[in-house]
């Protein structure tokens, strides 16, 4: 089960001593990409010839139909460039759908969870099966595919924070090097990392990543793990995304609401 690589992270944190959150500074955030860069046309004239009086009134007029042109050209090139940037930011999904609706746990066929006795809570897709398996505080197993389930596993630690152990990016990379030294990994990779707020303002790391394994072929799993009540909670999501079944856009959004759902239970 991918959970089993998370904990000697942290436990080799407690016996050496090695991961000195200071060392590695703060998360760095890289400066916004340039998606597109539109020149706009200016308009402008200049003259620096001489004219005579009776030409004045002529050429003034001359030069206001230009300008007049001009102006409308340079308008109408912007016009034009802008309707340009719409259009390409609307085909690349960079510009918000105005017309969707929030997507509700009903629509995803999710169910929230709670475990009061460990103190947390998330969404499960309610036509997985619970099951029991050592090591797994709780599981859920797609029916007839096992391979295919939701897990967590609470455990006691020192931490009062995930900050004290390390930045959401240097979590992933041990996260990932952990899958990589296993023997049935092919190949492993990071797709996204991200941290949010939880419960009480505690901090919650996410990871995606994807694992070509020899038991079971190519995997998508999710993860989440934050620190709460002295105690350790990790999630973890694992899903087939083979290339001649990959994971249909339907399932994944269950399995991201799953993910950003998972946090501590209110104590009560």
Not at 41 to 54: E, G, I
Not at 221 to 229: D, P
Request: with cysteine; charged share 20%; glycine share 6%.
């Amino acid at each position: 089960m991918a959970l089993q690589i998370w904990f000697p992270l942290f436990n080799h944190y407690h016996n050496h001593n090695l991961c000195n959150h200071a060392r590695y500074g703060p998360t760095l955030m890289s400066s916004p990409r340039t998606l597109f860069s539109v020149s706009l046309p200016q308009a402008s004239l200049s003259s620096t010839q001489q004219h005579n009086p009776d030409t004045t009134h002529y050429l003034n007029l001359n030069i206001n139909n230009d300008t007049h042109k001009a102006t409308q050209l340079g308008f109408l090139s912007k016009r034009r460039n802008l309707n340009l940037v719409i259009l390409a930011l609307f085909s690349n999904g960079f510009l918000p759908n105005m017309t969707t609706k929030p997507i509700l746990a009903e629509e995803l066929q999710l169910q929230r969870y709670i475990d009061p006795k460990e103190g947390f809570t998330l969404l499960r897709p309610s036509s997985w099966i619970k099951v029991d398996k050592a090591g797994a505080t709780v599981l859920f197993e797609e029916a007839n595919k096992g391979s295919n389930n939701v897990g967590v596993v609470v455990n006691p630690v020192r931490l009062t924070s995930l900050g004290e152990f390390g930045t959401p990016q240097f979590v992933a990379e041990k996260l990932i090097q952990a899958e990589r030294r296993k023997e049935s990994t092919n190949d492993a990779e990071v797709i996204s990392v991200a941290e949010r707020s939880g419960q009480g303002g505690s901090q919650v790391y996410e990871f995606e990543y994807k694992v070509d394994s020899t038991r079971g072929g190519m995997k998508r799993i999710f993860s989440a793990v934050f620190v709460a009540y002295k105690k350790l909670y990790l999630l973890n999501i694992t899903h087939s995304d083979k290339p001649d079944s990959p994971l249909d856009v339907h399932t994944r959004m269950m399995l991201e609401q799953v993910l950003h759902s998972f946090d501590a239970a209110p104590q009560t």
